[in-house]
T-cell receptor, first 111, second 114 residues
Framework: TQLLEQSPQFLSIQEGENLTVYCNSS?????LQWYRQEPGEGPVLLVT?????EVKKLKRLTFQFGDARKDSSLHITAAQPGDTGLYLC???????????FGGGTRVLVKP | GAVVSQHPSRVICKSGTSVKIECRSL??????MFWYRQFPKQSLMLMAT?????????EQGVEKDKFLINHASLTLSTLTVTSAHPEDSSFYIC??????????FGPGTRLLVL
């Protein structure tokens, strides 16, 4: 059982549609990060959230950290083929701690 | 953003040989670096935490004598896969943590053991 559960595992949508990826845990995290990874490359950091209830926007991407700091979501508006990739959430239980990764959500945006 | 490099980007070796992978933080100092392993279509699995000037901390189930880690400077950590076997074939990714607690990932090294 993973400490961080991501859902769905795979998402295939048409260009222009919206999508939401969820990252859930029964544990509290001091910070949570979202990454996007393309095949054959390392993960690229999208955002870090640290405050319960925090919402951050990055162009068409909206990230939310749950009030209890146990869950997070990533919402993409009007998805484009360039959004295709593996989205990973990762949390740290305390400052200075190692990251625990979720299982990942593979997103495919078809033109 | 901060840049982390890995070398080589891909390597093919014969079974029984050893392979060294370098991880460098190019524009910041990292007292802590991490080594991950990723199988196809799966998430990252932490192998070990590399601390500058001290012994690495290995995750449960990771053999420290097989995966040797050296972190001799604030910008370089190396992972040596000793006596590699086909089951060691994987995508190895390092990350380096800056003073602000953010981890920046390298581009990964694909290892194929024949």
């Amino acid at each position: 059982t993973q400490l961080l559960e991501q859902s769905p595992q795979f998402l295939s949508i048409q260009e222009g549609e919206n999508l939401t990826v969820y990252c859930n845990s029964s544990s509290v995290f001091s910070s949570l990060q979202w990454y996007r990874q393309e095949p054959g490359e390392g993960p690229v950091l999208l955002v870090t959230v640290v405050t319960g209830g925090e919402v951050k926007k990055l162009k068409r991407l909206t990230f939310q950290f749950g009030d209890a700091r146990k869950d997070s979501s990533l919402h993409i508006t009007a998805a484009q083929p360039g959004d295709t990739g593996l989205y990973l959430c990762a949390g740290a239980r305390a400052a200075g701690n190692k990251l625990t990764f979720g299982g990942g959500t593979r997103v495919l945006v078809k033109p | 953003g901060a840049v982390v490099s890995q070398h080589p980007s891909r390597v093919i070796c014969k079974s029984g040989t050893s392979v060294k992978i370098e991880c460098r933080s190019l524009d910041f100092q990292a007292t802590t670096m991490f080594w991950y392993r990723q199988f196809p279509k799966q998430s990252l699995m932490l192998m070990a935490t590399s601390n500058e000037g001290s012994k690495a901390t290995y995750e449960q189930g990771v053999e420290k004598d097989k995966f040797l880690i050296n972190h001799a400077s604030l910008t370089l950590s190396t992972l040596t896969v000793t006596s590699a076997h086909p089951e060691d074939s994987s995508f190895y990714i390092c990350s380096a943590r800056d003073m602000g607690e953010t981890q920046y990932f390298g581009p990964g090294t694909r290892l194929l053991v024949l």
